[in-house]
């Protein structure tokens, strides 16, 4: 079992760092924390935007402490192939909302 979340969660971070999308791994949890705060200046709007418009969930980093400030909190508890499709919404979602530089 723990082969399988660590292979979700090499596979969901190697399409965060393809996009340059910043993310922590907390040890021995089966989900990761991905920083929106470039895109979203708050996670709950956020998050409520992203399951209406792209139909992923995923948890306000604020929920979980002070520590989850401008962050989201995603599940790795899916098959592989959902939670890759997943985070590629993820951050389809954070580049429509990225301002441009």
């Known amino acids: 079992m723990r082969n399988a979340y660590r292979q979700r969660r090499d596979a969901a971070l190697a399409i965060l760092r393809q996009a340059n999308v ?5 040890r021995g949890a089966f989900y990761v924390l991905v920083d929106v705060s ?6 709950f ?3 409520r935007q992203l399951l209406q418009e792209q139909r992923v969930a995923v948890a ?6 002070e520590a989850g ?3 989201v909190r995603v599940s790795l ?7 890759e ?3 590629r919404r993820l951050v389809a979602a954070l580049t429509l909302a990225r301002p441009a530089t």
Not at 60 to 65: D, I, K, L, Q, R
Request: include cysteine; hydrophobic fraction near 35%.
């Open 22 to 26: 910043r993310a922590t791994v907390p």
């Open 69 to 71: 400030c401008g962050h």
């Open 38 to 43: 470039r895109a979203a200046s708050e996670t």
């Open 60 to 65: 306000p980093g604020e929920t979980f402490g």
């Open 85 to 87: 499709e997943g985070v």
């Open 45 to 47: 709007p956020f998050a």
């Open 77 to 83: 508890a899916a098959d592989q192939r959902v939670v």
